[in-house]
T-cell receptor, first 112, second 114 residues
Framework: GQQLNQSPQSMFIQEGEDVSMNCTSSSIFNTWLWYKQDPGEGPVLLIALYKAGELTSNGRLTAQFGITRKDSFLNISASIPSDVGIYFCAGLPRGANSKLTFGKGITLSVRP | DAGITQSPRYKITETGRQVTLMCHQTWSHSYMFWYRQDLGHGLRLIYYSAAADITDKGEVPDGYVVSRSKTENFPLTLESATRSQTSVYFC?????????????FGEGSRLTVL
């Protein structure tokens, strides 16, 4: 089946720093999405990308849909303590019955 | 504005027992999904439903049964629970048709099978 690769499994940064995460696949996706999961809660959609090369921002978050359609990037600028959580990438291939595939997630810790 | 709710939030059961996890959404979304979250595996799709009375298998369907007689409800049943089904289960819904990937998740149901 399709797999999305996210690494490293954990990241530790200092408050105020910028952080970048990427997600890669051997398969082509039609839609890339980034979700964040706070401790004890369900994931929440941060950004959705629908077009190769698309760059989209949501506050301090910026995400890009890779030109090859096989990768996506998420940047968080000026991190704050509430950025702590698990960040999942997800990809949706073309097709009416296509299923969303999630990466294994990156756990982000922010030191005050 | 209830959104999507799951019950129970926590459940402890024994091997071999039947367990049903409930999921209810108030948005009339077409798509509903069940995922399980385990360390090292991320989120894996168990079953999904594109509409009432339409269900399909996901990545890890074995040992689970779903039904969707009404648009708003999508219960997940473990017919004979096993220890390997200890996990956190998330229900999600999506309004797009076809599936847009934009999911709204419930808060999760943590299941422990002893």
């Amino acid at each position: 089946g399709q797999q999305l690769n996210q690494s490293p499994q954990s990241m530790f940064i200092q408050e105020g720093e910028d952080v970048s995460m990427n997600c890669t696949s051997s398969s082509i996706f039609n839609t890339w999405l980034w979700y964040k999961q706070d401790p004890g809660e369900g994931p929440v959609l941060l950004i959705a990308l629908y077009k190769a090369g698309e760059l989209t921002s949501n506050g301090r978050l910026t995400a890009q849909f890779g030109i090859t359609r096989k990768d996506s990037f998420l940047n968080i600028s000026a991190s704050i303590p509430s950025d702590v959580g698990i960040y999942f990438c997800a990809g949706l291939p073309r097709g009416a019955n296509s299923k969303l595939t999630f990466g294994k997630g990156i756990t982000l810790s922010v030191r005050p | 504005d209830a959104g999507i709710t799951q019950s129970p939030r926590y459940k402890i059961t024994e091997t071999g027992r039947q367990v049903t996890l409930m999921c209810h959404q108030t948005w009339s979304h077409s798509y509903m999904f069940w995922y399980r979250q385990d360390l090292g595996h991320g989120l894996r799709l168990i079953y999904y439903s594109a509409a009432a009375d339409i269900t399909d298998k996901g990545e890890v369907p074995d040992g689970y049964v779903v039904s969707r007689s009404k648009t708003e409800n999508f219960p997940l049943t473990l017919e004979s629970a096993t220890r390997s089904q200890t996990s956190v289960y998330f229900c999600a819904s999506s309004s797009g048709t076809p599936n847009t990937g934009e999911l709204f998740f419930g808060e999760g149901s943590r299941l422990t099978v002893l």
